[in-house]
Nanobody, 116 residues
Framework: QVQLVESGGGLVQPGGSLRLSCRAS????????RTWYRQAPGKESELVAR???????NYADSVKGRFTISRGNAKNTAYLQMNSLKPEDTAVYYC??????????WGQGTQVTVSS
């Protein structure tokens, strides 16, 4: 069973930056999109950023202009560059890869804490 592994989370001061990485443990065929979600304590999960196989991107309004999603040169990878971080960005960030058949692969999540 292919698994996704996120990394790059941690504690950062407001205004700082982090780069999250997502790597699959095996090959995933027919990828439709790569998506980053986040869930803060007591809140529902929200879509942060998505990039399709064709390179189209969309972002949550709250992160536009600060976050950038990208695909790695290696297949089955995804990145989320997060700049100008705010305390309200504190959450567990999850990576998901969706196939054209509608199957979703998920990672275990990585904690991002923005605090002084």
């Amino acid at each position: 069973q292919v698994q996704l592994v996120e990394s790059g989370g941690g504690l950062v001061q407001p205004g700082g930056s982090l780069r999250l990485s997502c790597r699959a443990s095996g090959i995933i065929l027919n990828i439709n999109a790569r998506t980053w979600y986040r869930q803060a304590p007591g809140k529902e999960s929200e879509l942060v950023a998505r990039i399709t196989s064709g390179g189209s991107t969309n972002y949550a309004d709250s992160v536009k202009g600060r976050f950038t999603i990208s695909r790695g040169n290696a297949k089955n990878t995804a990145y989320l560059q997060m700049n100008s971080l705010k305390p309200e960005d504190t959450a567990v960030y999850y990576c998901s890869i969706q196939t054209v058949t509608g199957y979703d692969y998920w990672g275990q999540g990585t904690q991002v804490t923005v605090s002084s």
